[in-house]
């Protein structure tokens, strides 16, 4: 059995990584397992604990860092983020294919500690197009709204930094070849005995 690979998802908030993640595990569940991560933000409507995220304290977020439980952890807009190692490491063993879906400053640090990962760039089809869905979640303030716009140009100046850069015109196209990507690099992998 091939070990599993590790892949990045990563792209400035409002491209549809969520989306898009959603519509890989609807299409192929059985090869994928996807990474929630730890954050100190409060849940969105609609989000679930230990399902879009752990909701942890900083104290518990903290104490995590001191016994080295995070693959990678970043701060993003005065919130903490992390990314638990042990669940990673265990899918991987059983040949599945877990999905970090992470920010860019995060995404960086697990490329470092994990060279071996895959890393996927998600794009929007354009920056007019990525503040229309910003805005269109109704859910911030118009100055975090331009904090984001104004990270996303920066964070797509390292969309080159990553093994594949993917545009988001239509979510299901995005998610098949994203799938398509993880197979290709499976069997690759699976072939050298990596």
């Not at 879906?101 to 990525?130: D, N, R, T």
């Amino acid at each position: 059995m091939n070990k599993g690979v590790l892949v990045i998802l990563s792209g400035p908030s409002g491209c549809g990584k969520g989306t898009v993640r959603h519509l890989l595990f609807e299409h192929h569940p059985d090869a994928l397992a996807f990474s929630v991560s730890c954050t100190t933000r409060n849940p969105r409507p609609g989000e679930t604990d230990g399902v879009d995220y752990h909701f942890i304290t900083q104290e518990a977020f903290d104490q995590m860092i001191g016994e080295n439980g995070f693959l990678e952890y970043a701060r993003f807009v005065g919130k903490s983020y992390g990314t638990p190692l042990e669940p990673i490491l265990r899918w991987m063993e059983k040949g599945i294919n877990p999905i970090l879906e992470i920010e860019v400053q995060g995404a960086l640090q697990v490329k470092e500690k994990m060279p071996e990962c895959v890393s996927v760039f998600l794009l929007p089809p354009s920056m007019e197009e990525l503040a229309s869905r910003l805005r269109g979640r109704g859910t911030e303030p118009e100055e975090v709204i331009a904090g984001r716009l104004s990270r996303a140009e920066e964070e797509m100046k390292l969309a080159s930094q990553y093994d594949y850069q993917v545009i988001n015109d239509d979510p299901l196209r995005a998610a098949e070849e994203i799938y398509a990507i993880i197979k290709n690099e499976t069997e690759k992998r699976g072939e050298n005995g990596i």
